[in-house]
Each structure stands twice: as C-alpha cells, then as structure tokens.
C-alpha cells in the first residue's frame, strides 16, 4: 500500500463551478478524515467518516460542501457554487480501528478565480 | 477562539543543538495529542503522540512532554539535524478521535 492518495493534486475553477475531489485511504483503514488548510494556519476540520457513516461534521462545512463514502473505501468531498474563499488546500487523512495516528494525503489545492 | 496556540511561528536552531516547540491549548477535555512535520507540497507525516495519561514520550531524537495542569506541551528534537527543517503542527482530540484541532504551526529551520 503506497499511503493516502488523493486526485486532483491541483484543481483552477471558476467561481460559481462546482468542483470534485477524490480520497483513497490506507485499504485496512476505517476512519478517514477530511480537512482544509489555508496559508499560514494549521488544518482545520471539516468531516469524519467511521467506514461509510459520516459521523461529524464541523460547522465550517457549509450546505454547499458535501461528503460521502460509499462503501467505505474512498471518499469523495464535493464543493457547489464554489466561492473565491473556498480557495485552499483540501486535505484527506485516515487511521486505523485502535489508533489516533492520522496518516495524510498530499492534498488537493484548489483556486477559485 | 484557537484552542490551539503555537505563539511561536518560526524558530531557528543550530545543527546538533536542541529543538523546542511549544504548545499550548485551552480545552480542558483534550486527552490527546498529535505532533506532526509538514514538508512544502506534501501532506503532514505523523511524528509522536501522548496521551493525557502520561507526561513524557520518546520517540528516538523526538521527546513530547506534557503539562497538563498548564495545558502546555512540548515537542524538543535533539539533536536537531538539517532534514527536521519543516512546519511543526500540534494537535489534540477530546472525544476519541473523532475531530482533531490543529495549532498554526510553527516553522523550524536547522542550520547547519
């Protein structure tokens, strides 16, 4: 397993696009995370999977944004109506059943012009 | 409101010296956490954990110490070595890992 991998590594769109990113997690891994990084801050939470059940959600995630994860194997984190704010880097990250270390993909940044 | 501070954004230290990066939270229901290293265009990478039961975790050249009672933590990398140059996260969970909180970060540079 080469880790969290995560598609687009880059994603340009324009404001009013809606925009969809990939996760696949470490294939042994339960919980998966989603998170969004701006510069200069730490990454801030945004959703939580335990297998397929979304079981939190920050309330930084906004009605537009929506995750799912079908099955509960990858995670898809889809953004409507993209805003210029929205501009950010979107971190996956997942862990195992009796660990809280998080193991993170290289992310998705995403501008909005 | 940052329930997790790093006041320190950037921190410079000498090849073979020791690193200390500082946190401090102020969730009292936090019982553990994360210290991570984040190289530019890469994700985080998982460093050490502590859990509020204890007060000290080694980890080859990385110590975490934690202070509960002034809900201060500690990351300190001895010796410090040019590659530990990156951004320095911490962050705690309160509720079993459900939701993490990150600080801000801080940036340390090794010198050689």
């Known amino acids: 397993d080469t880790g969290v991998s995560q598609d687009p590594r880059h994603k340009i769109t324009k404001r009013g696009q809606n925009v969809t990113f990939r996760c696949d997690p470490i294939s042994e891994h339960n919980r998966l995370y989603w998170y969004r990084q701006t510069l200069g801050q730490g990454p801030e939470f945004l959703t939580y999977f335990q297998n397929e059940a979304q079981l939190e959600k920050s309330r930084l995630l906004s009605d537009r944004f929506s995750a799912e994860r079908p099955k509960g194997s990858f995670s898809t984190l889809e953004i409507q109506r993209t805003e210029q704010g929205d501009s950010a880097m979107y971190l996956c990250?997942?862990?195992?059943?009796?660990?809280?270390?998080?193991?993170f993909g290289p992310g998705t940044r995403l501008t909005v012009t | 409101d940052q329930q997790v501070k790093q006041n320190s954004p950037s921190l410079s230290v000498q090849e073979g010296r020791i690193s200390i990066l500082n946190c401090d939270y102020t969730?009292?229901?936090?019982?553990?956490f994360l210290w991570y290293k984040k190289y530019p265009a890469e994700g985080p990478t998982f460093l050490i954990s502590?859990?509020?039961?204890?007060d000290k975790n080694e980890d080859g050249r990385f110590t975490v110490f934690l202070n509960k009672s002034a809900k201060h933590l500690s990351l300190h990398i001895v010796p410090s070595q040019p590659g530990d140059s990156a951004v320095y996260f911490c962050a705690a969970s309160g509720n079993y890992g459900q939701n993490f909180v990150f600080g801000p970060g801080t940036r340390l540079s090794v010198l050689p």
């Open positions: 502590i859990s509020s039961i204890k």
């Open positions: 969730n009292s229901m936090f019982d553990y």
């Open positions: 990250a997942s862990t195992g059943q009796s660990t809280y270390e998080q193991y």
